[in-house]
């Protein structure tokens, strides 16, 4: 397919597609749908619990690849916090947000769509690519590097059990204050595009994340794309 979104080139296969906007459309296996009265479409979100237990799978269909491209829009639901869990591991919620990755035991990363606290939030809730950002987060030493965006959809403190839906996430768009250095002008935001170490026929896993259960905070997506090369 067309890769005019990942490296200028074809050669890609879409492994992945959900767009919730569009008539008819439901969420994938292990992600749950929720209707907010200020959005004129659903949105696929996390259960109740805690943790990532909101996953799924996208099959390789057994094509071997070592290129992954794609792209993710949410929406802030109340109070995320970004990377304030970042001490977990790969397995665990260690972002508040969207987790990319292939393989099992271990798992390894791709990409990472975080959620932060507030648009001008310097500290371990908001976005580290925020300038001035003092959170002590420093995910280059981490297994996340630089293969991350982060976005918030308020630029004032969070209310109770609000959908933030005028300001999608990880958009490239409305970035603000401190915020705008999380979307620079040469990023291919909304889209990502990761060259992995090795070769690999492993499925694409997406998980949804957050320290705390749906319903105080999560960042429900309506759309998903995956490509692979």
Same mark, same amino acid.
């Given at each position: 397919?067309?890769?005019?979104?990942?490296?200028?080139?074809?050669?890609?296969?879409?492994? !992945?597609?959900?767009?919730?906007?569009?008539?008819? $459309?439901?969420?994938?296996?292990?992600?749950?749908?929720?209707?907010?009265?200020?959005?004129?479409?659903?949105?696929?979100?996390?259960?109740?619990?805690? !943790?990532? $237990?909101?996953?799924? #799978?996208?099959?390789?269909?057994?094509?071997?690849?070592?290129?992954?491209?794609?792209?993710?829009?949410?929406?802030?639901?109340?109070?995320?916090?970004? &990377? /304030?869990?970042?001490? @977990?591991?790969?397995?665990?919620?260690?972002?508040?947000?969207?987790?990319?990755?292939?393989?099992?035991? %271990?798992?390894?990363?791709?990409? @990472? /769509?975080? !959620?932060?606290?507030?648009?001008?939030?310097?500290?371990?809730?908001?976005?580290?690519?925020?300038?001035? &950002?003092?959170?002590?987060?420093?995910?280059?030493?981490? &297994?996340?590097?630089?293969?991350?965006?982060?976005? #918030?959809?308020?630029?004032?403190?969070?209310?109770?059990?609000?959908?933030?839906?005028?300001? %999608?996430?990880?958009?490239?768009?409305?970035?603000?204050?401190?915020?705008?250095?999380?979307?620079?002008?040469?990023?291919?935001?909304?889209?990502?595009?990761?060259?992995?170490? @090795?070769?690999?026929?492993?499925?694409?896993?997406?998980?949804?994340?957050?320290?705390? %259960?749906?319903?105080?905070?999560?960042? %429900?997506?309506?759309?998903?794309?995956?490509?692979?090369?």
């Amino acid at each position: 397919m067309n890769g005019i979104n990942c490296d200028g080139e074809g050669g890609w296969t879409r492994v !992945g597609y959900l767009n919730m906007t569009q008539s008819g $459309a439901t969420c994938p296996t292990g992600l749950t749908r929720y209707t907010f009265n200020n959005i004129n479409h659903p949105l696929c979100g996390r259960a109740q619990v805690a !943790g990532c $237990a909101a996953s799924t #799978s996208f099959s390789s269909n057994g094509l071997t690849y070592n290129k992954v491209c794609g792209q993710v829009r949410g929406y802030q639901f109340h109070d995320t916090d970004a &990377f /304030y869990h970042l001490s @977990t591991t790969i397995d665990s919620f260690y972002v508040d947000g969207v987790a990319i990755t292939y393989g099992s035991n %271990p798992r390894k990363h791709i990409w @990472t /769509y975080a !959620g932060g606290n507030i648009e001008d939030d310097t500290t371990a809730d908001g976005c580290p690519c925020n300038t001035g &950002f003092n959170g002590n987060r420093n995910l280059s030493a981490t &297994f996340i590097g630089s293969h991350y965006y982060c976005e #918030s959809g308020l630029d004032s403190s969070p209310a109770k059990s609000v959908l933030y839906a005028a300001d %999608p996430l990880w958009d490239g768009q409305q970035c603000d204050g401190p915020e705008i250095t999380c979307c620079p002008a040469n990023s291919k935001m909304p889209w990502f595009y990761r060259s992995l170490d @090795t070769q690999t026929t492993d499925d694409i896993e997406l998980r949804l994340c957050s320290s705390l %259960p749906h319903s105080l905070e999560d960042t %429900p997506v309506d759309i998903i794309e995956l490509y692979i090369k």
